[in-house]
């Protein structure tokens, strides 16, 4: 059996919870039972009307914390959450989502082997109704897709990062934000670190018919709108100058090159443009690489 080092990285991971007990045991087991065993798990539930609370309480011994109280959404719960964690290293999952019993063990590793990744995040993953899952792909991002629009969606479900981002970055979820509470964080991480894509499968979205991003879509976006807006402000004007080049590249390759992956390679080597920055597991440890900026 794969051992880790014996000083692996504890990890704390917080669930906020309200009235999803149809799926919450399913997320709950995919924590406890990871193949790792250096890690807390707290559960903020909102005052659960449904089966949740009864949930909770029988896996209340693999728990380092729980509650069930009346709260202000989504964002205080997850402020509640972290406010009683210690890990070096830091995630939620939502109690409707998953993760892979691999995750915690390729996390842990990956940040001990590379001190300087600050936060991750794997393969986007989409799960049924079912707990199945259905699609996996890599989507890189970095802060230049927030600038110009190419992407203000990453999954939050695949993300960890240290404790030490979190607190240089305020420490806190933006609580005033109804749905977009990750990517409002992400806004602030992306001003003090770039993010690293794994190419490993870590956590995964569950898709049911009620997800509230999807309900609430056009909310979602002007809620990133909000945040991208607030973080220019904070942006070195260099950055924003190159944001406008890579928009214009963007408009040229959409309209003259019909989306063409090889232009978006050839325009970020001839421009030295950062391209994404990746960790690939290659002849039995990880390696860094980094993949074209995207301009389609």
Same mark, same amino acid.
């Given at each position: 059996?794969l051992?880790y080092?014996?000083n692996? &990285?504890?990890?704390?991971?917080?669930?906020p919870s309200?009235?999803?007990g149809e799926f919450?045991?399913?997320?709950?087991?995919s924590?406890?039972?990871?193949?790792?065993?250096?890690?807390?798990?707290?559960?903020i539930d909102?005052?659960?009307?449904?089966?949740?609370?009864e949930i909770?309480?029988k896996?209340k011994?693999n728990?380092?914390?729980?509650?069930?109280?009346?709260?202000?959404?989504?964002?205080?719960a997850?402020?509640?959450?972290?406010?009683?964690?210690?890990?070096?290293? &830091?995630?939620?999952?939502?109690?409707?989502?998953?993760?892979?019993?691999?995750a915690?063990?390729?996390?842990s590793q990956?940040?001990?082997? /590379?001190p300087?990744?600050e936060?991750?995040?794997?393969?986007n993953?989409?799960?049924n109704?079912?707990?199945s &899952?259905?699609k996996a792909?890599?989507?890189?991002v970095n802060?230049y897709?927030?600038l110009?629009?190419?992407s203000s969606w990453?999954?939050?479900e695949?993300?960890f990062?240290?404790r030490?981002l979190?607190e240089?970055?305020?420490?806190?979820? @933006?609580?005033?934000?109804? #749905?977009m509470?990750?990517?409002e964080?992400?806004?602030?991480f992306?001003?003090h670190?770039?993010l690293?894509?794994?190419?490993?499968?870590?956590?995964?979205?569950? &898709?049911?018919?009620k997800?509230?991003?999807?309900?609430?879509w056009?909310?979602c976006n002007l809620e990133?709108i909000s945040a991208i807006?607030?973080?220019?402000?904070?942006i @070195?004007g @260099?950055v924003?100058?190159?944001?406008k080049?890579?928009?214009?590249?963007? /408009?040229?390759n959409?309209? /003259?090159?019909?989306?063409s992956?090889? #232009?978006?390679?050839v325009?970020?080597?001839? /421009?030295? +443009?950062?391209m994404y920055?990746?960790?690939?597991?290659e002849d039995?440890?990880?390696k860094?690489?980094?993949?074209? +900026?995207?301009?389609r």
């Amino acid at each position: 059996m794969l051992k880790y080092p014996e000083n692996n &990285m504890k990890i704390s991971i917080v669930t906020p919870s309200f009235n999803q007990g149809e799926f919450l045991e399913e997320t709950i087991q995919s924590v406890i039972c990871q193949k790792y065993k250096n890690f807390e798990y707290i559960i903020i539930d909102g005052g659960s009307t449904d089966n949740s609370v009864e949930i909770i309480e029988k896996y209340k011994n693999n728990l380092s914390y729980w509650i069930s109280e009346k709260d202000h959404g989504h964002g205080d719960a997850l402020n509640k959450g972290f406010a009683k964690s210690t890990g070096e290293i &830091m995630a939620w999952i939502n109690s409707d989502d998953k993760y892979t019993p691999w995750a915690f063990s390729t996390v842990s590793q990956i940040f001990q082997e /590379f001190p300087h990744v600050e936060w991750i995040v794997g393969y986007n993953s989409w799960w049924n109704i079912h707990g199945s &899952m259905i699609k996996a792909k890599r989507v890189p991002v970095n802060i230049y897709d927030y600038l110009i629009g190419n992407s203000s969606w990453i999954q939050q479900e695949s993300v960890f990062w240290r404790r030490s981002l979190w607190e240089r970055a305020g420490g806190y979820i @933006d609580s005033s934000f109804k #749905f977009m509470v990750d990517g409002e964080l992400w806004s602030r991480f992306f001003l003090h670190s770039d993010l690293y894509s794994v190419d490993s499968i870590l956590g995964g979205y569950r &898709m049911h018919g009620k997800n509230r991003a999807l309900e609430n879509w056009e909310k979602c976006n002007l809620e990133m709108i909000s945040a991208i807006k607030k973080m220019k402000l904070e942006i @070195d004007g @260099d950055v924003i100058q190159r944001a406008k080049f890579l928009k214009m590249a963007k /408009f040229i390759n959409r309209n /003259f090159f019909f989306k063409s992956s090889f #232009f978006s390679k050839v325009f970020c080597e001839i /421009f030295k +443009f950062p391209m994404y920055k990746n960790l690939q597991y290659e002849d039995g440890i990880w390696k860094e690489k980094k993949l074209p +900026f995207r301009l389609r």
